[in-house]
């Protein structure tokens, strides 16, 4: 059974079926009713087009693509993860792609913002700013056969092939490689996670007796298996965390009760700080307190303003916040390659794409109508 995809003048919309199935027999049929759509003073009309296993192209750097059943993950994780982005690729390889060759993940330094809030009903809201040069932004929904149903974005540029570009792979292969390099999601459950880098020398490179996960094979982890921000902190305790393209880096973690905290690493120690806000330098108390750019302390102090002045925020007031601390505010070559703006209670997920905050992709992570 397909799924439908919707378009708008100004918006889409990941749905089931109009004619009355919202999944197919053979799928999982417990994907949970976690609310529902914002107010109508924010909801556009949609029109509806079929959403398939094939990549659907939305704009010039954005594409979005749907994933059901098994991928893999599990199988990653019983055998002990990987401690590298070069052993989850040896993975990939051997045990998902069926001996594909050439593929490695690689990247550069990147900027990030978040901040987490609650509107007027009581929703909670989660927003994030991916800030790089251009590049590609892949959209997955991804519903396995075990663990919850999410919404996660990946770069593509993150991901090389020797030989052959990443988008000439086959749609499916292209979308089981993407699910194991999220930067951010949010899962049914109402579970947001996003990864923000630090600039700072030090690395996570954990080495105990426990498996192994990267950065972007933690945020799949969470978005799996994890229903609340308790949860994801113990699941995180469960394992050895090492830095993804060698990159210290902090996540960004909210679930749909309005708990919010920055998971930090310091001295290969696990740290978690409670903040509505998270951006590119340290959070934790101690001596690493502050280490970061200027600018993404700059951009904090912007979002902190906002989140004091305002107390409630709607979905349409995170996306300002988000346009306030976007790349255009600051010059520079960089830019704000993809925003979004989370409804964690609904599940409803805007996107804006390269700071144009006058049309959203709208998505549900349940697959649902929103109404």
Known sequence: ?????????????????????????DRRDHISDIGTASGPEETEPFQYM?????????ADGLSAVRHTGDYGFDLFTERGGGSSDAEVVSFLTEYVLSGAEGLRFE????????????NAKGDSLFGRNFDWNPCHAMIVWN????????????????????????????????????????LDGMNEMGLAVSVNMIRDRDDIEQNTDKPDLTTTTAVRLLLDKAASVEEAIELLRQ?????????????????????????????????VVQTQAVTNFYLAEGEKHGIGTQQSHDRYELL?????????????????????VSKDNFGGSDSTEWSIVMNQSSGEIRYYHREN???????SVKGGRIT
Request: aromatic letters at 10%; a negative charge; glycine letters at 6%.
């Open 239 to 271: 394992y050895d965390m090492h830095a993804s393209f060698g990159y210290m880096v902090h996540f960004a973690v909210a679930d749909r009760d309005g708990n919010s905290v920055a998971v930090e690493y310091i001295d290969n120690e696990m740290v």
């Open 50 to 58: 079929e959403l398939t296993d094939e990549i659907l192209l939305l």
């Open 304 to 324: 902190m303003n906002r989140i004091n002045a305002s107390g409630r925020m709607e979905m349409n007031d995170v996306r300002d916040a988000l346009d306030s």
């Open 143 to 182: 519903v396995p056969d075990n663990g919850y149903a999410s919404v996660s974005t990946v770069n593509t540029d993150f991901i090389g092939m020797s030989g052959i570009g990443f988008s000439s792979l086959p749609a499916e292969t292209q979308a089981l490689v993407a699910l194991y390099a999220p």
């Open 357 to 363: 905050y006058t049309e959203p992709y709208v998505f």
């Open 1 to 25: 059974m397909k799924k439908a995809f919707c378009i708008p003048a100004s918006a889409l919309l990941i749905t089931a079926m109009l004619a009355g199935c919202v999944r197919s027999e």
């Open 107 to 118: 990247g550069n330094p990147f900027g990030c913002s978040t901040l987490s809030v609650q």
